[in-house]
């Protein structure tokens, strides 16, 4: 029942996306340093048995697809290493815009959508820019942005420093320190086995296909969307760790998009699709299997 790699052209940038099994549509949209790869196997299994097909993308910038129109190999060609680039198709607002496509070129008009931290930030933004595209959305771990204009300039700027660090030292050492972030401090209670897993997904990276993600899809760089929580329509649900450093993100969210329920994952941090994998499998098939209409 395992998912299958395929390459999907969108308006001249190329996807990397796995998919596997038959029915409606569950789209997966992973974090940053994360990739198709990342989402637990019981989960992808666990939904292709329910018959589900699941399709889970490599989003701009991560694993095998480019951050930027032309060769899939671009990331490599800047001629300044450690400077900005063109990283416009790396925007949460452009993913958003290009995720209709990728569905429709698979043969779906519509998917139910799970993302996680960055992944969530892009699914907000397609239930609100693309409604007609969302059947249901689950929402890990989410933000809707900096409402702040100094506080979104202040995240930018700290963003490319970190996009520069990356270029500079090499994917190892960015990712060491990534590790080590509070936000991530619940992988530590994953196995050895689990953790190795992931780490093989975040060091393959292109260190300027992430440095690109950091600049165009930071939360500092994104269009804000608090004030246009209001008009999602879709059945929602927000999942989020008892001890997730920014759980409070997570709870405005729900507060803000109407009739969202919020589930809390006791002893999970940022991750609960990692952290508490069969919670977070039992509370996401449970919903999207839903009879919302009712």
Not at 2 to 22: E, F, H, Q, T, Y
Not at 206 to 215: I, K, T
Not at 269 to 293: K, N, Q, W, Y
Request: a negative charge.
């Amino acid at each position: 029942m395992s998912a299958v790699p395929r390459n999907v052209d969108v308006n001249g940038l190329r996807w990397a996306v796995r998919v596997g099994g038959s029915g409606p549509a569950l789209l997966l949209l992973h974090g940053f340093t994360g990739s198709g790869r990342s989402w637990d196997d019981g989960l992808v299994d666990a939904a292709i048995g329910a018959g589900f097909t699941t399709i889970a993308p490599d989003l701009p910038g991560h694993g095998g697809t480019a951050w930027r129109v032309g060769d899939p190999t671009a990331a490599g060609e800047a001629a300044d290493p450690a400077g900005p680039g063109d990283s416009s198709r790396a925007t949460i607002e452009r993913t958003a815009d290009d995720l209709p496509v990728l569905l429709r070129a698979l043969g779906h008009d519509r998917a139910h959508v799970i993302g996680y931290s960055l992944g969530a930030r892009v699914a907000l933004r397609l239930a609100i820019a693309h409604p007609a595209f969302v059947a249901c959305l689950v929402l890990e771990a989410p933000s809707a942005g900096i409402v702040d204009a100094a506080g979104r300039a202040l995240r930018c700027a700290a963003d490319d420093a970190l996009a520069r660090n990356l270029q500079r030292g090499g994917i190892g050492p960015f990712i060491d320190a990534w590790e080590r972030t509070p936000v991530l401090a619940g992988e530590a209670r994953l196995g050895a086995r689990a953790r190795a897993a992931i780490r093989e997904v975040r060091v393959a990276h292109d260190p300027a296909g992430l440095a690109a993600s950091l600049r165009a899809a930071g939360q500092g760089a994104m269009e804000p969307l608090h004030g246009r929580l209001r008009e999602i329509g879709s059945p929602t649900l927000v999942i989020v760790g008892t001890d997730d450093p920014v759980r409070d993100r997570a709870t405005t969210v729900a507060a803000g998009v109407p009739g969202a329920r919020l589930a809390v994952i006791d002893g999970a941090g940022h991750a609960p699709h990692l952290e508490a994998p069969a919670a977070f499998r039992r509370l996401v098939l449970d919903f999207i299997s839903e009879d919302h209409a009712a």
